[in-house]
DNA sequence: ACATTCCATTGATCTATCTCAATAATGTGA
DNA sequence: TCACATTATTGAGATAGATCAATGGAATGT
C-alpha cells in the first residue's frame, strides 16, 4: 500500500515555481502545516469520481491520468506530471470528485487541506487571479478536447494525442510512452482496437515510427496536416 | 442593426440577483458605471470566436446560444437566458473568445467592462469566491456534456438537451423550441438529419408529443431509460 | 523455468451515423 | 397574394468505427 512521508518544506519544493509563486513566506508555511506526502504504485488510484474532495493534489514525481468513467467506458481528460496540480471543480461545488486519477507511472503527491487553500484564495488576490487563470486555461483545454473528439475522425483524434503526448508531457521527440494502448484510446474517445490500427497506418505511412512503447513523429508536417483535416 | 439605449440603474436590475449579490451597493454603482445596454435580432452576433473579449455580458432580455466553430460544423456549448452572464475562459488568459454567442431570440444585453469585473474581483472576496464557483459549475457542466456527446448512442444524446431544454431553458413541459433542428443538431453533436430522425423516432413510441416547434415530454421513466442506456 | 495473467495485435463482421439528393412545408418581402 | 428563400422531412446509399473472436507477446510470481 502507499506509505506516507515525511518530507523537506514547501519552502524548498518546486512546487513553489507554479501557481504557488504569489504566497508569501508566511502563507507558504501554512500550505505546509496542512500537508502530507503519498508514493502511489502505477495503477493506484488517487481518489475516485464521486468521493468526497478534501485536499487538492499536487504532483511532485510521477504521472497521473485523470479520468471520468462514462458509461461503460472511460474519458482520460488529462496527463498530469510534476509540478502541476489536481484541483476538481467540486471543490467548490458540492465537495466531491467529478473525475478519477490513478498513478501511470511511480507518483508522488502533496495533499493539503482544501480549506487552507479556500483560505488563501481569499486572502490573497493575485493566488485567486493565479488560480482564475489555471481553471480558465483549463477551460479552453477542454473545448478544443471536445471538438477534437466530436469532430475529428480517428486518425486526427490519435494526432492531437500524439501531439499532446510529445508537447506537453514528455516534452521531446523520440518518447516512450507509459501509457497503455487503452489509455490511448480512452484518451482520443475510440476503442483500443482502432487506436492500435491507427497508430499502425501512421507507422505504415512512415508519419511515425513505433516500437513497442517508443514513438517518434517522422512527418511532422503530415501529422499536423491530419490533426486539421480531422 | 443594434440600437443602443440608456436603460435603468443596476441596483434595480434583477441581474443583481444572480453573481452581483456579494457585491456592495458601491461595487454595484462601478458595474453600472461602465455598462451599455445592447438589443440583438435573432440571428445576429454578439461576439465571434477569435475576436477580443473587452467586456463580459449579461443577458438581461431573450435567448442566445454560445457556440464553438469547429471543422465545419459547431458545437452549441449551451443556451443562455436571462438572469445569466457571458464569461469566457479568453478574459484570465489572452483576451480572445474562445467561442460564439448568437441571439435565438429577441435578445437585451448588457455589456460591461471587463477591467471593472476584474478589479472587483481582486477586491471582494465573497465575489471572487461566487465567480470561482461559476467556473466551477461550468466545468461540471461541460463533463456531462463531454460524456454525453462521446459515449451515447443518438437517441441518448437528443434525450439529453430535451431534458437540458425543459429543465435549465423553457422550465415548462410542453415548452415551444425557438432553436432550429440545426442547432438541436449542434447541441447534440450529430447532423440536423439525424436529429430530425430520432425526434421523430421519439414521436413515433409515444414518448414524445411533437408538433412543429412545440415539444411534450410525455414518458419521462422511458426517456430518462434512454438517456441512461446510451 | 514454467504457468498465469495481462496487454497488444490482427481479421472479419456488423451497425450507427453521415452524406447526398429530392421533396415538402413554412415563412418573408414586394 | 404570389414568388422566393429558408428550413424541415424523408429515403437510399456509403462508411467510419465498434464489437467479437482468436492469437501472439511480454511481464510477473512461484
Known amino acids: 500500500m502507499n506509505k506516507m512521508q515525511e518530507s523537506e518544506n514547501c519552502k524548498n519544493c518546486s512546487c513553489k515555481t507554479s501557481i504557488f509563486s504569489s504566497l508569501t513566506p508566511d502563507e507558504l508555511e501554512q500550505i505546509n502545516q496542512g500537508r502530507y506526502t503519498v508514493n502511489y504504485k502505477p495503477g493506484e488510484i488517487l481518489f475516485k469520481q464521486g468521493t468526497p474532495s478534501p485536499h487538492f493534489v499536487c504532483l511532485t514525481k510521477g504521472l497521473a491520468k485523470l479520468y471520468i468513467e462514462g458509461y461503460g467506458k472511460n474519458l482520460i481528460l488529462a496527463l498530469v506530471k510534476p509540478v502541476d496540480y489536481i484541483f476538481g471543480p467540486g471543490t467548490y461545488v458540492d465537495n466531491r470528485h467529478y473525475y478519477s486519477a490513478a498513478a501511470v507511472d511511480e507518483t508522488t503527491a502533496c495533499l493539503v487541506d482544501v480549506n487552507i ?28 478536447q471536445v471538438i477534437s473528439l466530436t469532430q475529428k475522425q480517428m486518425p486526427g483524434r490519435i494526432a492531437d494525442v500524439l501531439f499532446y503526448l510529445r508537447e506537453k508531457i514528455y516534452g521531446k521527440n523520440p518518447f516512450e510512452i507509459s501509457i497503455s494502448r487503452q489509455d490511448l484510446a480512452d484518451l482520443s474517445g475510440m476503442s483500443k482496437e482502432s487506436s492500435i490500427r491507427i497508430l499502425k497506418e501512421l507507422k505504415d505511412e512512415g508519419i511515425l515510427k513505433v516500437t513497442g512503447n517508443t514513438v517518434e513523429i517522422l512527418n511532422e508536417k503530415q501529422l499536423r496536416q491530419i490533426s486539421q483535416t480531422g
Open 117 to 144: 487553500f479556500k483560505k488563501l484564495i481569499r486572502q490573497n488576490p493575485d493566488f485567486a487571479e493565479e488560480f482564475i487563470q489555471r481553471l480558465s486555461r483549463q477551460a479552453i483545454f477542454n473545448f478544443d
